[in-house]
């Protein structure tokens, strides 16, 4: 199975930036389109960012655009976050689809809470 490690969440001021990263534990090429979810207490779970294999295409919720982007590189899938609000605060969770597995994956989540 493939796991995804994310990385990089933790306690900043509202305006503030972070950058998380996910690592799979099998070749990135092995996965096709990504994406960042999030999931904020008592709330379902959306889709904040994905992108495509190629990292061509990408598409954002309406809340964060101009204010996140989302990227890949050989190795890791990122989320930068800039001008961050209290509303931001959630468990942020990267997604992966394989074709080579047949499967969609998910990490295990981190935390990004924003002060106001």
């Known amino acids: 199975q493939v796991q995804l490690a994310e990385s990089g969440g933790g306690l900043v001021q509202a305006g503030g930036s972070l950058r998380l990263s996910c690592e799979p534990s099998?070749?990135?090429?092995?996965?096709?389109?990504m994406a960042w979810y999030r999931q904020a207490p008592g709330k379902q779970r959306e889709l904040v960012a994905n992108?495509?294999?190629?990292?061509?295409i990408t598409n954002y919720i309406d809340s964060v655009k101009g204010r996140f982007n989302i990227s890949r590189d050989n190795a890791k899938l990122y989320l930068q976050m800039n001008s961050l609000k209290p509303e931001d605060t959630a468990v942020y969770y990267c997604?992966?689809?394989?074709?080579?597995?047949?499967?969609?994956?998910w990490g295990q989540g981190t935390q990004v809470t924003v002060s106001s």
């Open positions: 997604n992966g689809e394989s074709r080579w597995y047949g499967k969609i994956f």
């Open positions: 099998v070749s990135i090429f092995r996965l096709n389109d």
């Open positions: 992108i495509t294999t190629t990292g061509v």
